[in-house]
């Protein structure tokens, strides 16, 4: 064996036939199971010798000296015992809800790559296969977040009935939600513009629109009111729209520490009262 041989085997896996397919069995059972990957898997388990599986699954190269294969990747623990069962089922979707949870419940920088693969239930070599990076991964839990809970807010605006018993009720159920929720987790696009603001410009414009998309469906309400009599037509509908998104960011950061809905039921009393 050349010295080059043995210093790879030495640092980087073994020469020996059987650890060879241990170490091809340990490759093919990391990541996703692709349809070529399974193929190949297939096949390996075919062959007459466990060599050729492993050449067959492309997980060793020639030495450049001798010409003998070596494995190009570690083995960790050749003693260990592979199982192989059913590749699980990977849905995007949930995936990104759960992230989402995450990601909401504990900031950015305060989530490691270990707590997505624990919530969403993959290995992280599928994870960066599935979103590319973690911050990919928040930016879409962001617009989920955006699309979910920001969607629910405008829908409860947009209801029938009188516009100020309509924003009182929209008011209340947002500091009961917060209060009701045993993370206290507020919300996500007002924490992560207190956390990621200034620092992350993807973060920050995703805020900011989802901000303005909530300052103008409350600009909307206001303007509903004013044509139906129930705020002064005088009034600045946007300013008025500005002071509802301040209030309702106010609410939530307040929430996250009160002991009783009573400082919140007084805050939105008077921000109604005030229209």
């Known amino acids: 064996m050349c010295a080059c041989l043995r210093a790879r085997a030495s640092v980087r896996g073994t020469v020996g036939e059987a650890e060879a397919l241990h170490a091809a069995l340990r490759s093919a059972l990391t990541g996703s199971f692709g349809r070529?990957?399974?193929?190949?898997?297939a096949a390996a388990l075919s062959h007459p010798t466990l060599g050729e599986a492993a050449r067959t699954l492309g997980t060793t190269q020639p030495?450049?000296?001798c010409g003998t294969s070596v494995l190009d990747f570690e083995v960790k623990n050749a003693a260990s015992v592979l199982i192989v069962g059913r590749p699980k089922q990977?849905?995007?979707?949930?995936?990104?809800e759960h992230a989402m949870d995450v990601f909401w419940r504990k900031g950015y920088a305060g989530t490691t790559p270990q707590d997505l693969v624990d919530a969403i239930g993959i290995g992280k070599g599928s994870l960066y296969n599935?979103?590319?990076s973690k911050h990919a991964l928040f930016e879409q839990a962001l617009r989920r977040y955006r699309d979910s809970q920001a969607g629910a807010l405008i829908e409860m605006l947009e209801e029938s009935g009188p516009v100020k018993a309509r924003l009182r009720k929209t008011l209340v159920f947002l500091a009961e939600m917060d209060l009701a929720d045993p993370d206290r987790r507020g919300c996500?696009?007002?924490n992560?513009?207190?956390?990621?603001?200034?620092?992350?410009?993807?973060?920050?414009?995703?805020v900011q629109r989802m901000f303005a998309q909530t300052e103008d469906a409350f600009r909307a309400l206001i303007e509903e009111g004013q044509r139906s009599g129930e705020i002064a037509a005088e009034r600045d509908p946007v300013a008025l729209g500005s002071l509802l998104l301040n209030t309702v960011a106010g609410l939530r950061i307040m929430a996250r520490v009160a002991e009783s809905p009573d400082r919140l039921i007084r805050v939105i009393d008077a921000t109604v009262d005030s229209l």
């Open 192 to 206: 992560t513009a207190a956390e990621l603001a200034g620092t992350d410009p993807v973060a920050t414009e995703l």
């Open 36 to 41: 070529q990957r399974l193929q190949r898997f």
């Open 63 to 65: 030495c450049s000296t």
């Open 90 to 96: 990977f849905d995007p979707d949930a995936a990104v």
């Open 188 to 190: 996500m696009a007002v």
């Open 130 to 132: 599935a979103f590319g």
